[in-house]
């Protein structure tokens, strides 16, 4: 083992320290706190790109913390699914780059180090999540970022947003119990946490009844987390009544979590025949094509900028779902490139969405009429944006789409295009809506004829990721090479197909 | 012999207690206002618990746990009392007047 | 059956008729007393099950702190459930 | 009507539940999966690789230090939340706010009697976890609960004296920067991250000191609840 090993524990430690730190040493000094948390996350970054050049060098890398041989320790790998990390740390320096003035100008000066602490620590929980090889560590690392989560949402103030956050709370509690409740029975049943050892042991457990339960636990819980379809409630209030950087941080890197449980799930019960992974993904596929078109419609029928983007999350795990479910090689290796790009496109949009909100103060899509003279960059940061989401050929949103679409092709499902294509037309429906409010129309309130463009600082990231947004596409075939081994991994140590 | 006449004498204390907690608990249920109910509970509480812990002393006989017991004891003597008086303070405080047989008979 | 066994059953038992009666309470201050008693019993069973520090935990947050917390909330709300 | 719904949706989850725990072995044979493999290789060797006498804190802190450590960090994240979302700056209008009731002479001569045997108990938790059951987050928790009953009765003021108020997030982050400077230390002199070093003295010398962190971390955190919620705090 190289000792670049050690540098894997670090992406958790590191964040989630600098986050511990943050309220001792910056107390009312949200400038400095600020310079602190963007330093730690690059910090992270770094780190994650010297584990990604060792992964890309070599195979993936597992640390037994304290030297104790997994499964008696427990042990963080570095595999193509925690490569993941490097998305939600670059993607975090960025809501941090934009988090500033947002921050100067909502969060009162007491709070803002408490502010940079929860997105530290979430972000570190985040790493750690993806990077867990352990149930009970996986569960733990979930309590981490989801109960920052919350609070991130909590921190706009409010009636709607205080709602909006108990309901997030309630709802990820009861998806967290779900998730402990099946480590449990997990370990009732082999006697071990560590993944691998437990994917094992389950072929030759004694109660397939209980596994079936753990199983059942696990997906209704990550799917919460994921906010697929019917148990999306939560997620349109938390995602749309949080401050703008939360937003972004929320629909771009945490409900993806959801995803990243999933994928673990499936490949934890791979190997036990007894729980027929064939319904799990026939679920999958259904709750995904019902979540892209009742996700799109009720994007369609909002009247907020925030709202639209917040369901349009709805459709996209919705996208992200259903490629897991087809379980082609193709399709999940859609779907992952899926995760990432919607991230980078609705990250974007959020910290769009954010500048518009702090420089005008309105929120209505047909409040912002003519913005696009006022703010032209961060106009054309929100069209580029729309653009990418609805998928449009050279997009980042595109390859995923298309790669599903092949998928289901495979999987002799053609009928799944026709959804496909319908999200694509409902999403163009509303995005049009709002490129024709911006840019075609003209100023109906004072406060935008007034406006001035946004802060370099929030122009910055905006305009960064629309662009990565639209030009990402063309080097889909990099990232769906990046993906594939670990599509094949996943589908492959399927028996059912 | 003599153990018999120690572990029954155990015996008789623990119901003992249990008989006063039923009492105390009879009270909370049946008792007309707060101050009654804090006063039968209270009392009952403490008379209660200390001699089901003298029975189990007995029971301990000469040993460490018989220390613990008188330890413990001590701090039911101590902090049993002083939950009522607070209670009964607060109680005072906040409003609630003692339940009188003239005053709360005659409307009925 | 052995004594042990009963013993459980009936703390059991107490559990689950004080969630139940938590749940349909209307008036908050008895539900939260209620959930004091409830914890109390958790207690007495981690006693019982020969985990004593968590019985120790049990009794200061579930039966000590958890309903200050609570009765300082509805100080502020209101005591009944509307 | 949406009541028997919700009594019909948690009979079948119930049931459901019940159908798959009733497969598992009972609790405490000890022919269930659980005994057999990760825990029994935990008693075999547990205690002197471990580090300390008693086996639930060799895990706890020792094979399992790094879920430990997620789980100070989630009590410091919720105190952080409950603080950044400031419930006592929430609540509009004028605050029900009790007339002030001067302490009782008793209840104050009483409580300061029992205080320091309590704070001693709390203390034997802490440090008795090391041999016995007990252990940081027990005996913080009895911490918590004493200081929480000191600030009932003698006012939150004076609770707020006695905490360290300029250096008060650093004693509140204590515990998550203990576990993280053992974690250095771990990789220092034994070459992994939360690896306890050698000497036996060091070893244990770094797990009661977790345990006191760990200890104060967790009362502190409470005491926070608590106080955010009183009514004239502001941070």
Not at chain 1, 217 to 239: Q, S, T
Request: glycine share 10%; net charge neutral.
């Amino acid at each position: 083992m190289s000792s670049l090993a050690h540098l894997l524990p670090l992406t958790v430690l590191l964040p989630i320290t600098a986050g511990v730190l943050a309220p001792a040493l910056f107390h009312r000094r949200g400038l400095a706190c600020w310079w602190w948390a963007l330093a730690a996350a690059i910090l992270t970054f770094a780190t994650t790109v010297t584990l990604w050049r060792q992964l890309q060098s070599g195979s993936t890398i597992s640390y037994p913390l304290g030297g104790w041989p997994p499964p008696y320790g427990i042990e963080l790998v570095f595999d193509g699914l925690a490569a993941l990390m490097l998305v939600l740390c670059a993607l975090s320096v960025l809501i941090l780059l934009a988090a500033r003035r947002y921050v100067e100008a909502t969060v009162p000066s007491s709070r803002q180090s408490l502010f940079y602490a929860l997105i530290l620590i979430n972000l570190g929980g985040m790493n750690g999540f993806v990077a867990a090889a352990d149930l009970f560590n996986l569960f733990v690392f979930m309590e981490i970022f989801s109960i920052s989560a919350y609070a991130l949402v909590a921190l706009a103030r409010g009636p709607v947003a205080a709602l909006a956050a108990l309901k997030y709370l309630l709802v990820g509690a009861v998806s967290s119990l779900l998730v402990l409740l099946a480590v449990a029975l997990l370990h009732a049943q082999t006697g071990s946490l560590n993944m691998s050892d437990v994917a094992g042991l389950l072929a030759q457990a004694e109660a397939p009844g209980a596994s079936a339960l753990a199983l059942g636990c696990l997906v209704v819980g990550f799917l919460v987390k994921a906010a697929i379809f019917p148990l999306h409630f939560w997620l349109p209030d938390a995602h749309a009544s949080a401050p703008s950087p939360v937003s972004a941080l929320l629909s771009g890197l945490v409900v993806k979590m959801g995803i990243v449980g999933l994928v673990r799930t499936r490949i934890l019960f791979a190997e036990a025949e007894i729980v027929p992974l064939l319904m799990l993904d026939n679920l999958l596929v259904w709750l995904g094509v019902i979540a892209i078109l009742a996700g799109a419609v009720l994007a369609m029928v909002q009247r907020e900028l925030k709202l639209m983007l917040a369901y349009s999350t709805v459709a996209n795990m919705g996208y992200i779902a259903l490629g897991i479910g087809l379980a082609t090689p193709s399709a999940v290796s859609g779907a992952l490139a899926h995760t990432v790009y919607h991230a980078t496109i609705k990250t974007g949009l959020f910290l769009t969405a954010g500048s518009i909100l702090l420089c005008t103060g309105l929120s209505r899509v047909d409040d912002l009429r003519g913005l696009g003279q006022r703010m032209p960059l961060t106009s054309g940061a929100l069209v580029l944006g729309l653009l990418a989401a609805t998928g449009i050929p050279p997009t980042a949103g595109f390859v995923g789409k298309w790669q599903i679409a092949l998928g289901a092709l495979q999987a002799g499902q053609a009928w799944v295009i026709g959804v496909i294509l319908a999200g694509a037309l409902l999403t163009l429906g509303w995005a049009i809506r709002v490129i024709n409010s911006l840019f075609f129309r003209p100023p109906a309130r004072a406060r935008v004829i007034t406006a001035n463009e946004a802060p370099v600082s929030m122009l910055v990231p905006s305009v960064l990721l629309a662009v990565l947004a639209v030009s990402a596409g063309l080097g889909g075939a990099i990232l769906l090479g990046l993906v594939e081994p670990l599509a094949l991994a996943i589908v492959g140590a399927d028996h059912d197909h | 012999m003599s153990e018999l006449l120690l572990t029954t004498f155990a015996a008789v204390l623990i119901a003992a207690g249990c008989l006063f907690f039923l009492a105390g608990t009879i009270g909370l249920l049946r008792l007309p206002d707060f101050y009654c109910r804090l006063h039968a509970t209270t009392k009952c509480d403490a008379v209660g618990a200390v001699l089901i812990l003298l029975g189990v002393a007995l029971i301990a006989g000469a040993d460490t746990q018989t220390v613990r017991i008188v330890a413990l004891i001590a701090l039911i003597a101590i902090s049993s009392p002083t939950a009522g008086h607070a209670l009964a303070r607060a109680g005072w405080h906040a409003g609630h007047r003692p339940w009188t047989r003239e005053e709360n008979d005659e409307p009925e | 059956m052995s004594p042990n066994d009963v013993f459980d059953a009936l703390i059991l038992i107490l559990l689950i008729t004080c969630a139940l009666a938590i749940a349909r309470m209307k008036d908050l201050a008895a539900a939260v007393i209620l959930f004091s008693v409830y914890s109390f019993a958790l207690c007495l069973l981690w006693v019982h099950r020969g985990a004593p520090d968590v019985a120790m935990t049990e009794a200061a947050v579930g039966a000590g702190i958890t309903a200050v917390l609570f009765f300082y909330t509805l100080a502020r709300t209101g005591r009944r459930e509307k | 009507m949406r009541n028997a719904l919700a009594l019909l949706i948690v009979i079948v989850l119930a049931g459901l539940m019940m159908a798959g725990v009733s497969q598992l072995p009972p609790p405490g044979s000890p022919d269930g999966a659980v005994h057999r493999h990760v825990a029994a290789h935990y008693i075999d060797g547990g205690t002197e690789a471990g580090g300390a006498p008693n086996l639930v804190t060799a895990v706890l802190l020792n094979y399992r230090a790094l879920d430990t450590y997620g789980e100070v960090v989630v009590i410091f994240a919720a105190l952080v939340a409950v603080l950044a979302v400031g419930l006592s700056g929430h609540s509009r209008g004028p605050r029900r706010q009790p007339d002030e009731l001067p302490v009782s002479p008793v209840v104050d001569r009483i409580i300061r009697l029992l205080a320091p045997f309590i704070a001693l108990f709390a203390l034997f938790m802490i440090l008795e976890g090391h041999v016995l059951p007990g252990g940081g987050f027990q005996g913080g928790v009895v911490l918590g609960a004493l200081l929480i009953l000191l600030s009932l009765v003698l006012g939150p003021r004076r609770i707020r004296r006695m905490l360290p108020t300029p250096a008060l997030f650093w004693t509140r982050a204590i515990a998550p920067l203990v576990f993280a400077l053992t974690a250095i230390a771990g990789l220092a002199l034994a070459g992994w991250l939360f690896a306890l070093p050698e000497p036996a003295w060091l070893r244990e010398l770094i797990l009661v000191g977790l345990e006191l962190a760990i200890g104060i971390g967790a009362a502190l955190a409470l005491v926070g609840f608590y106080l955010s919620l009183e009514a004239d705090h502001h941070d």
